[in-house]
């Protein structure tokens, strides 16, 4: 059974970092795209960044470009997500989510195969 499990979230001030991980079992994520969602209260499930599986290809949303970044280290099955410059807005659970393969869909919640149940990051301001 595939499990994909996040740490790293916690309570940070305002232009601080962060970085989640998400560490898999059952599977080798080396096949994978992966991606980080984030979910605010009373807000949707919103895209966040994804990587494909070999690594070459990144991909954010607007809202995190050049504070944000996405990388895997397919040796220990993890996928991490460094978070700079935080900001207060950021506050969410984070997500991550496996599509074996690649996709052209990866900003999309219905593409991914497994998600995790998630990380809380709270930036205060």
């Known amino acids: 059974q595939v499990r994909l499990v996040e740490s790293g979230g916690g309570l940070v001030q305002a232009g601080g970092s962060l970085r989640l991980s998400c560490e898999a079992s059952?599977?080798?994520?080396?096949?994978?795209?992966m991606g980080w969602f984030r979910q605010a209260p009373g807000n949707n499930r919103e895209f966040v960044a994804a990587i494909n599986s070999g690594g070459l290809s990144t991909y954010y949303a607007n809202s995190v470009k050049g504070r944000f970044t996405i990388s895997r280290d397919n040796a220990k099955n993890t996928v991490y997500l460094q978070m700079n410059s935080l900001k207060p807005e950021d506050t969410a659970a984070y997500y991550c989510?496996?599509?074996?393969?690649?996709?052209?869909?990866?900003?999309?919640?219905?593409?991914?195969?497994?998600w995790g149940q998630g990380t809380q990051v709270t930036v205060s301001p």
């Open positions: 059952g599977r080798t994520l080396n096949r994978d795209a």
């Open positions: 989510a496996a599509h074996r393969g690649d996709a052209q869909t990866m900003a999309m919640q219905y593409t991914y195969d497994y």
